[in-house]
Each structure stands twice: as C-alpha cells, then as structure tokens.
C-alpha cells in the first residue's frame, strides 16, 4: 500500500507520533468527504440514480448512522465506543455504483470496506484498524435473485442472505437445494468466497464448490464476468475469502437434488450419559464415513450451575432420506448412539434449514425473507481446527474439562468426507479436504455486563493452546471464514504483516496461498483491496 495514493491527511495519521497537533488542526470531515465521494460517483456514472436513502454519515445523519452501521454486523466486540467508525456508509443500488465506488475511492485516496452479510468473526467488513479514513460500501441493497429450475442454476446478488435464497429455491422446487451455510442470516458476498460449508456438505461440498459464474468489480472499476475475469481469478474468489481480489456483485450457483423428505434428529448425552466416551469416541470413527446422505454434527454446550456443571453433547442429524432407512443405517453404523425412530423428525429440506437455524418449530418458512440472526447482540472471540485423527481420551478430556470453565462457550464438531474428500486439495483455494476427519470450532460469547471481556479471549487462546498436539500440524489448519486475527498476530506495520502472511497464509489455504498472491499480484498489484489478513500481492520474503 503506497503512501502516494492516500490524502495528506492520513499521512499526517501515520506519523502520528509526530505531527499529532497538526491532525487535529485539519480534520477530516466525514460529511466532506461523501460530498466529494458523491460529486465523484456523479461524474462516473452514466445513469442518474436517486441517492437518497443510500448515504449515512455520522454527522448529517447521527441519528440512524449507528444503527445502520450495526444492524448486520454480527460481533459487538467491533461495535465499542473506541472502534474506528466508517467515515460514512453507502449503499449502492446499481452495479454501476459500486464501479463508481471503487474508482472515486482510488481516486479520493480513501480506504473502502465492503459488507454483504456482516458476519466476519473480526469484524473486517465494518472496521478497518489499518486505515484511516475509511468507508463502508454495504451491498444490502443489491439483493435480487434469479433461481432457474429448467437449468438448476440461480443468480443471486450478494447483498442477499443466504436464507433467502434458500426460500427462493424452495418456493419454486421441493426437491432442488443448496449446500452452504446453517445460520440463514449468512450474507451471500462474503460466506461464499470463504467456502461455506453447510449440512449438504458431506454430498455436494461447500458452496464455493458449486459456483458457476460470477460477477466482479476489479480495483480498476471493471464488471466482469467469470469469461472476462479468467479462470486463475474465478479460483481465488471461490475460497480465497473476502476483501481481497475484488466487489463480487453476484453469484451464479449450481442448485443440487434433495428428496421431498429428508429426516433430522438431535439427541442429546451429558458426559455422565456417555460412560467413557464411548459415543463420542464412535462418532471420531465414522463421522467422515457415513453414507454421503448423512450428516452428524456434535455441539458441546456447558449446562447447570455452580457446582453441578456437566457439559452436553447434542448430535444434530440431516439425512437425506427417510427415516426407516436412516434408522437402517444408525443400527448398522453407529448404534452408540441409541438413536430411536422418536429421535426422528421427517420434514421438507426447507424445514430442516430452519430446524437447524434453531428457529422455533411451526416458524413459517417466510421466516427467511426477514435476515435475522437468532445471535442477538453478543461479544465473541472464536477459533478453528481440524482434526485428521481421532481425539484420545486423555485430549477429550482436557478438551471437556477446559470447555466446562467457560460459562456459555459452545464446541463444534463438523464431520467432514464424503464429496469433500473426493475434491482435489487444488480445486479451489480452500485446501481442508481429503485426510479430514471434522473441524473444530470453539467460540465463547459474552454480554455487554460482562466486565472482563478479556478472561473470555484468554479461554478460547487457552483451549486452542491446549488442542495441539490433538489437531493438524504442519500446517495447523484454520477455516477462513472463521478468520482469527490471533494467526500470525497482525501488526500495524506492513513489514511485519507480510511475514505475519507467511503464518497464516497456509493456515487459511495450504499450498494454495502462493497461487492466491500469484493472482493477487496480478490483479490488484497496489493492494487496493486490503483488510488486516487480505492475500499480499508481492513475492513474500522471509
Ligand atoms: C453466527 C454465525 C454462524 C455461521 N455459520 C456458518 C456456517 O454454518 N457455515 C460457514 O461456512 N460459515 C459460517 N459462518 C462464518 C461465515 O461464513 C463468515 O463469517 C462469512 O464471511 C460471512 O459472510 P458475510 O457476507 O455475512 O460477512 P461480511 O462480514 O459482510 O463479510 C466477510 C468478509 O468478506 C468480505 N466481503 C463481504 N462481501 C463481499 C463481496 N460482495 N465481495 C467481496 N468481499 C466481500 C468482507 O469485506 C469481509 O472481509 C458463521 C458466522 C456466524 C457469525
Ligand atoms: C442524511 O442526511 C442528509 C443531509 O441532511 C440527507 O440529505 C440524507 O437524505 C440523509 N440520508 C438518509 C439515508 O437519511
Ligand atoms: C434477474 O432477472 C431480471 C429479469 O430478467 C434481470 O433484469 C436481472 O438482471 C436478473 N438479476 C440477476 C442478479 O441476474
Ligand atoms: C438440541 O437439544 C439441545 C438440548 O436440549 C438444545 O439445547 C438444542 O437447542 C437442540 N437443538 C436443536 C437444533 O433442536
Ligand atoms: C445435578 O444435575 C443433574 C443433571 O442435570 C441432576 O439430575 C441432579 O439432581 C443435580 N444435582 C444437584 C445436587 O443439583
């Protein structure tokens, strides 16, 4: 990122040390700036769109600007008092606009973020803790989606959640599906450009493995098409993660076959229920060789209270089929588990998204038009890991007992195999694939009461600490989407940010990071499009 294309003023930030009585003389105003910003989206625009209700700066219109700045982000920890604000939001309505966007931002020197659903667990989408000023381009308001049954395909822009294009799929297909993400709040743009794994996985990859064709702006303000972009950048964006390569207005997706009637369960073991692991153990063994049909996810929930705590093991099951023949597989496959035709809720696919979204039973499908995300208003930290070996018993129960300190916190265990193992390391840029057995997630949310927000970054640093001798090495594997700026620990300096790249690089992407900064360099070669962790454009030295 060259200091020639920032305006005087943000150099003068970056000697702060210095030059800080001078900053302060000559501040930037947030409302001048969209002036200029909207004088230049004038300019290079051809066609006059309304841009009422498209602007929000924090003086001109401070009585809505931090409610639209926080209505989808996702994690409060970047919603504080003290974290850089957006210097104004837009919200463009015409693809032409985010072109215009990228060029008058280049041409302004500003920093631009860009938002779809806000669910990035670090908050990038919204803040920006190495530039200043920056704007927010939020894509809510390019939503439309085209689904096409006759070719089993949908274009769907990337403002839209990903629940809606699950009800749009369904409205017009009962047996058609798509395999991303279980939070239906999910924003199109920024979960399918990390992968999106979802409980269609285990059939038909993630999302990003059933991408089609999509729809670019480049840091030079250029539409392009997956013909116009090449084949190397229509592989960066599909796993490559967000905030790197370009505005990825839309999505042409591939729509999958589901049956009319697919079968869910959630049983449920307290560890006292499960004597010596013997279930959990189980499930480490044939959780990646089921029936590709099937998918069976643990989730460890700490329950009870001060003395009397245990922790919760729910198995939350898709299957695809009925539930005769998973209970034919369940005898045969994995009997610990002592599932019962009771267990077994037979259902449409669109009901099972809104079962495992935990939306309560009876919510009408419509549900899904609104966006919400059940989360509410929390803090979180979280990190990932994938497990190429079965867990022992003595790394389980150091796993329980460390999970049992952290009031609230939530395990995940997502099976992997199937169609994700049978999809080449290469194929696209995320690498977690054959050798998986499941990822791990661990996560701890707090609330606003809280008063020593940090114990609770400290707990998921500990548990991760704890984890590695039991998980991948060499590289240790992270999920991008689950981006943690505690890889390779992010400096302000960008020396230190690339060598820092080298750490999370193959992390993130495996071999695939030195194709992924091939691409970049070739791309955005001045980094226009830059976030705390983007993919660095230049040979990387060590
Ligand atoms: C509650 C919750 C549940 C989740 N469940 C799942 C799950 O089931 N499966 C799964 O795979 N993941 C899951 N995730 C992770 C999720 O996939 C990522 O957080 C994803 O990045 C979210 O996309 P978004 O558009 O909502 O986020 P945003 O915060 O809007 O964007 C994320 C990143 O992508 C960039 N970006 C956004 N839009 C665009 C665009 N149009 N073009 C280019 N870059 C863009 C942003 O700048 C940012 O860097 C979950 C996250 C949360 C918080
Ligand atoms: C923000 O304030 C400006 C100036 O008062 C006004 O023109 C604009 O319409 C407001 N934007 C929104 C989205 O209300
Ligand atoms: C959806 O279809 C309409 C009508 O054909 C078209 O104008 C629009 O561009 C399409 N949207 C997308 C995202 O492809
Ligand atoms: C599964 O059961 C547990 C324990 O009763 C509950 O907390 C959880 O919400 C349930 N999940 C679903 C998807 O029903
Ligand atoms: C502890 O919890 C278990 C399971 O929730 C319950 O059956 C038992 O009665 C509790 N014991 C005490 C002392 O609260």
Same mark, same amino acid.
């Given at each position: 990122?060259?200091?020639?294309n920032?305006?005087?003023?943000?150099?003068?930030?970056?000697?702060?040390?210095?030059?800080?009585?001078?900053?302060?003389?000559?501040?930037?105003?947030?409302?001048?700036?969209?002036?200029?910003?909207?004088?230049?989206?004038?300019?290079?625009?051809?066609?006059?769109?309304?841009?009422?209700d498209?602007?929000?700066?924090?003086?001109?219109?401070?009585?809505?600007?931090?409610?639209?700045?926080?209505?989808?982000?996702?994690?409060?920890?970047?919603?504080?008092?003290?974290?850089?604000?957006?210097?104004?939001?837009?919200?463009?309505?015409?693809?032409?606009?985010?072109?215009?966007?990228?060029?008058?931002?280049?041409?302004?020197?500003?920093?631009?973020?860009?938002?779809?659903?806000?669910?990035?667990?670090?908050?990038m989408s919204?803040?920006?803790?190495?530039?200043?000023?920056?704007?927010?381009?939020?894509?809510?308001?390019l939503?439309q989606?085209?689904?096409?049954?006759?070719?089993?395909?949908?274009?769907?822009?990337?403002?839209?959640?990903?629940?809606?294009?699950?009800?749009?799929?369904?409205?017009?297909?009962?047996?058609?599906?798509?395999?991303a993400?279980?939070?239906?709040?999910?924003?199109?743009g920024?979960?399918?450009?990390?992968?999106?794994?979802?409980?269609?996985?285990?059939?038909?990859?993630?999302?990003?493995?059933?991408?089609?064709?999509?729809?670019?702006?480049?840091?030079?303000?250029?539409?392009?098409?997956r013909?116009?972009?090449?084949?190397?950048?229509?592989?960066?964006?599909?796993?490559?993660g967000?905030?790197?390569?370009?505005?990825?207005i839309?999505w042409?997706?591939?729509l999958?076959?589901?049956?009319?009637?697919?079968?869910?369960?959630?049983?449920?073991?307290?560890?006292?229920?499960?004597?010596?692991?013997?279930?959990?153990?189980?499930?480490?063994l044939?959780?990646?060789?089921?029936?590709?049909?099937?998918?069976?996810?643990?989730?460890?929930?700490?329950?009870?209270?001060n003395?009397?705590?245990?922790?919760?093991?729910?198995?939350?099951?898709q299957?695809?089929?009925? #539930? !005769? $023949?998973?209970? =034919? %597989?369940?005898?045969?496959?994995?009997?610990? /588990? &002592?599932?019962?035709?009771?267990?077994?809720?037979?259902?449409?696919?669109?009901?099972s998204?809104l079962?495992f979204?935990?939306?309560? #039973? !009876? $919510?009408p499908? =419509? %549900?899904?038009?609104?966006?919400?995300?059940l /989360? &509410?208003?929390?803090?979180?930290?979280?990190?990932?890991?994938?497990a190429?070996?079965p867990?022992?018993?003595?790394?389980?129960?150091?796993?329980?007992?460390?999970?049992?300190?952290?009031?609230?916190?939530?395990?995940f265990?997502?099976?992997?195999?199937?169609?994700?193992?049978?999809?080449?390391?290469?194929?696209?840029?995320?690498?977690?694939?054959?050798?998986?057995?499941?990822m791990?997630?661990?996560?701890?949310?707090?609330?606003?009461?809280?008063?020593?927000?940090?114990?609770?970054?400290?707990?998921?640093?500990e548990?991760?600490?704890?984890?590695?001798?039991?998980?991948?090495?060499?590289?240790?594997?992270?999920?991008?989407?689950?981006?943690?700026?505690?890889?390779?620990?992010?400096?302000?300096?960008?020396?230190?940010?690339?060598?820092?790249?080298?750490?999370?690089?193959?992390?993130?992407?495996?071999?695939?990071?030195?194709?992924?900064?091939?691409?970049?360099?070739?791309?955005?070669?001045?980094?226009?499009?830059?976030?705390?962790?983007?993919?660095?454009?230049?040979p990387?030295?060590?």
């Amino acid at each position: 990122m060259g200091i020639s294309n920032l305006r005087p003023a943000i150099s003068c930030i970056s000697l702060l040390a210095l030059y800080i009585s001078l900053c302060t003389i000559t501040p930037t105003s947030s409302a001048s700036l969209q002036d200029d910003f909207i004088n230049c989206l004038h300019r290079n625009t051809n066609v006059d769109f309304p841009l009422e209700d498209t602007f929000f700066t924090p003086e001109r219109n401070a009585s809505i600007f931090i409610e639209v700045l926080e209505s989808t982000a996702q994690n409060q920890r970047y919603l504080t008092e003290s974290t850089p604000k957006p210097s104004f939001i837009f919200k463009p309505v015409h693809e032409s606009q985010v072109q215009a966007s990228v060029i008058c931002s280049k041409k302004l020197g500003i920093h631009l973020r860009v938002r779809s659903g806000g669910h990035d667990y670090e908050g990038m989408s919204y803040v920006s803790q190495i530039d200043t000023p920056f704007i927010l381009i939020d894509m809510t308001k390019l939503r439309q989606i085209n689904v096409t049954i006759e070719d089993n395909s949908a274009w769907v822009q990337t403002g839209a959640t990903i629940g809606e294009l699950y009800y749009r799929i369904s409205e017009k297909s009962k047996i058609h599906g798509f395999p991303a993400g279980l939070w239906t709040s999910l924003g199109i743009g920024g979960h399918i450009t990390g992968g999106a794994y979802g409980s269609l996985m285990r059939k038909f990859g993630l999302a990003a493995d059933n991408v089609l064709d999509a729809k670019i702006v480049d840091a030079n303000g250029k539409l392009l098409d997956r013909t116009a972009m090449g084949e190397d950048l229509f592989w960066a964006i599909r796993g490559g993660g967000g905030g790197s390569f370009g505005i990825i207005i839309a999505w042409k997706v591939k729509l999958v076959p589901v049956p009319m009637t697919v079968t869910v369960f959630n049983v449920t073991k307290t560890l006292e229920q499960d004597v010596d692991n013997k279930i959990l153990s189980k499930w480490q063994l044939v959780a990646d060789k089921l029936v590709e049909e099937l998918f069976i996810r643990v989730v460890f929930n700490v329950a009870g209270n001060n003395g009397n705590k245990t922790v919760i093991a729910s198995y939350k099951g898709q299957f695809l089929g009925d #539930k !005769g $023949t998973l209970m =034919e %597989v369940m005898e045969k496959d994995f009997p610990e /588990l &002592g599932l019962t035709q009771s267990d077994c809720i037979e259902m449409s696919w669109i009901e099972s998204i809104l079962y495992f979204a935990q939306f309560p #039973k !009876g $919510t009408p499908p =419509e %549900v899904l038009l609104q966006g919400i995300s059940l /989360l &509410g208003k929390v803090y979180f930290k979280a990190k990932s890991d994938f497990a190429t070996k079965p867990i022992p018993a003595l790394g389980l129960k150091g796993m329980l007992k460390r999970l049992i300190k952290e009031e609230g916190a939530i395990v995940f265990w997502t099976p992997y195999g199937g169609m994700m193992s049978k999809i080449p390391e290469s194929e696209i840029p995320f690498p977690h694939r054959c050798g998986t057995i499941f990822m791990i997630q661990y996560y701890t949310p707090w609330t606003d009461s809280d008063k020593r927000p940090n114990t609770h970054i400290k707990w998921a640093r500990e548990i991760y600490n704890y984890m590695t001798p039991y998980v991948s090495s060499n590289p240790r594997q992270s999920y991008v989407n689950y981006r943690d700026l505690d890889l390779g620990q992010n400096g302000k300096n960008s020396k230190v940010k690339s060598i820092n790249a080298k750490i999370w690089g193959p992390k993130y992407f495996k071999d695939n990071f030195n194709k992924l900064v091939r691409i970049k360099s070739n791309f955005d070669p001045d980094n226009f499009f830059r976030q705390e962790q983007s993919i660095p454009p230049m040979p990387i030295r060590s």
